[in-house]
T-cell receptor
Framework: AQKITQTQPGMFVQEKEAVTLDCTYDTSDQSYGLFWYKQPSSGEMIFLIYQGSYDEQNATEGRYSLNFQKARKSANLVISASQLGDSAMYFCAMRGPQGGSEKLVFGKGTKLTVNP | EAGVTQFPSHSVIEKGQTVTLRCDPISGHDNLYWYRRVMGKEIKFLLHFVKESKQDESGMPNNRFLAERTGGTYSTLKVQPAELEDSGVYFC??????????????FGAGSRLTVL
C-alpha cells in the first residue's frame, strides 16, 4: 500500500529565508506521481507542484521546487524567499497505478509559519 | 473560470441527524472526487465520479454515506444518520482529464461537519 509521511507537524521560518518541508513516501509502484498542496486559512487546497517518478529533473514552479530523491523515496518541498502569505498547511500526496485507482494518498501535513 | 464550490462551509448537527453536502465542480470537469479529513489525521479518499458514474467508491466508510452526481454536474454527499466520528472536513475536487498518475486535482475549500 502507498504511504506518505510528513514528520514535521510545524515549521517556522523568517521572512525572505528558504525553508524545506519534508516528505517521504512508500510504494511498490514504478510509475507514480508526487504532489504538494497548500491550504491557507481560507481552507481551499491549492496545487503547488508535481513530480513524476520518471522525471529526470526536479520540478520547479516559481519559488517552489521539489527535491526529488528517488532512491531515498523523498520528495521535499523547498520554498525560497519565504513570504508572509506562505503561512499555511502544506500537504504532500502521491498517486500510483494502484490497479487503476485515481485516488491520492496524503500525508498529515506540515503547518508552516512565516515570521516577519 | 470559477473554482470548485462547496456548500455549506460549516454544518453543525446532532448525532442521528442527516446532513447533505454539495459540490459544484469546475464547468467541463468530468471527474469529481470526495475526500475527508478527520481532525489530526490524513486526508482520505472517499470516492470518484466520472460524469454521473461512480468509478471508485472504495473509500466510503459505510452505508450511512451516499454520494450522487445526477446529470454529471454537481454532486451531493449525504450522511444519514450522522455519528460523532463523521466530524471532519469534507473536500471536493475535480479534474478535466483522466491521465492517471499526473492528473492534477482542483480542490474546493471544504465543508466542515461537526456532529454533536
Amino acid at each position: 500500500a502507498q504511504k506518505i509521511t510528513q514528520t514535521q507537524p510545524g515549521m517556522f521560518v523568517q521572512e525572505k529565508e528558504a525553508v524545506t518541508l519534508d516528505c517521504t513516501y512508500d510504494t511498490s509502484d514504478q510509475s507514480y506521481g508526487l504532489f504538494w498542496y497548500k491550504q491557507p486559512s481560507s481552507g481551499e487546497m491549492i496545487f503547488l507542484i508535481y513530480q513524476g517518478s520518471y522525471d529526470e529533473q526536479n520540478a520547479t514552479e516559481g519559488r517552489y521546487s521539489l527535491n526529488f530523491q528517488k532512491a531515498r523515496k523523498s520528495a521535499n518541498l523547498v520554498i525560497s524567499a519565504s513570504q508572509l502569505g506562505d503561512s499555511a498547511m502544506y500537504f504532500c500526496a502521491m498517486r500510483g497505478p494502484q490497479g487503476g485507482s485515481e485516488k491520492l494518498v496524503f500525508g498529515k501535513g506540515t503547518k508552516l509559519t512565516v515570521n516577519p | 473560470e470559477a473554482g470548485v464550490t462547496q456548500f455549506p462551509s460549516h454544518s453543525v448537527i446532532e448525532k442521528g441527524q442527516t446532513v447533505t453536502l454539495r459540490c459544484d465542480p469546475i464547468s467541463g470537469h468530468d471527474n469529481l472526487y470526495w475526500y475527508r479529513r478527520v481532525m489530526g489525521k490524513e486526508i482520505k479518499f472517499l470516492l470518484h465520479f466520472v460524469k454521473e458514474s461512480k468509478q471508485d467508491e472504495s473509500g466510503m466508510p459505510n452505508n450511512r454515506f451516499l454520494a450522487e452526481r445526477t446529470g454529471g454536474t454537481y454532486s451531493t454527499l449525504k450522511v444519514q444518520p450522522a455519528e460523532l466520528e463523521d466530524s471532519g472536513v469534507y473536500f471536493c475536487a475535480s479534474s478535466r482529464f483522466v491521465t492517471r498518475v499526473a492528473n492534477v486535482l482542483t480542490f474546493g475549500a471544504g465543508s466542515r461537519l461537526t456532529v454533536l
